[in-house]
T-cell receptor
Framework: GNSVTQMEGPVTLSEEAFLTINCTYT??????LFWYVQYPGEGLQLLLK?????DKGSNKGFEATYRKETTSFHLEKGSVQVSDSAVYFC?????????FGAGTRLTVKP | DTGVSQDPRHKITKRGQNVTFRCDPI?????LYWYRQTLGQGPEFLTY????????KSRLLSDRFSAERPKGSFSTLEIQRTEQGDSAMYLC????????????FGEGSRLTVL
């Protein structure tokens, strides 16, 4: 079945550091890929998505590229801010349901 | 507020009691999903509805769990004879269905079973 594996956290960075959170997937067919973010005390919300191979999703300075050859969708940001502290979830959808990774907690220190 | 709303936000119950959670999705969304999330884990899929039809149920959903969406609008998730292992955050999400894939989540209903 479909599944997502993302790097374990927690991740602690200093402000303005470069961020990478790895995500790989297993799927039959051609799923869409997503990154969701959960800020403290809030519900999950979509950060970015990509619907086909080689698509790049981007939002709020975050980027992720759908790599079919490596079955990956790594999240990157060039310069993190304290306000980016949250839990990040990689997810995939085959149009029926959405499956999530375990989440990676990011803490950014000033 | 036109987002997904869940009620109650917190529920503390004794083992063996029944509990029911309600979810009101975004009004024009025809798909509604239930997930369970435990500490340090991602959301685990439980079930989803397309309008009033329940299309898929996870193997995680034991016979003690039942979900309904009688008129294709709000949904309820009932847990009968609760166990301590049922303690978790129960998340509801809605979407427009096939195509966008984006789910809009509520803030969740936290269940604590004593």
């Amino acid at each position: 079945g479909n599944s997502v594996t993302q790097m374990e956290g927690p991740v602690t960075l200093s402000e303005e550091a470069f961020l990478t959170i790895n995500c790989t997937y297993t799927a039959t067919g051609y799923p869409s890929l997503f990154w969701y973010v959960q800020y403290p005390g809030e519900g999950l919300q979509l950060l970015l998505k990509a619907t086909k191979a080689d698509d790049k999703g981007s939002n709020k300075g975050f980027e992720a590229t759908y790599r079919k050859e490596t079955t990956s969708f790594h999240l990157e940001k060039g310069s993190v801010q304290v306000s980016d502290s949250a839990v990040y979830f990689c997810a995939l959808s085959d149009s029926e349901d959405m499956r999530f990774g375990a989440g990676t907690r990011l803490t950014v220190k000033p | 507020d036109t987002g997904v709303s869940q009620d109650p936000r917190h529920k503390i119950t004794k083992r063996g009691q029944n509990v029911t959670f309600r979810c009101d999705p975004i009004s024009e969304h025809n798909r509604l999903y239930w997930y369970r999330q435990t500490l340090g884990q991602g959301p685990e899929f439980l079930t989803y509805f397309q309008n009033e039809a329940q299309l898929e149920k996870s193997r995680l959903l034991s016979d003690r769990f039942s979900a309904e969406r009688p008129k294709g609008s709000f949904s309820t998730l009932e847990i009968q004879r609760t166990e301590q292992g049922d303690s978790a955050m129960y998340l509801c999400a809605s979407s427009l269905g096939v195509g966008t894939g984006e789910l809009f989540f509520g803030e969740g209903s936290r269940l604590t079973v004593l």
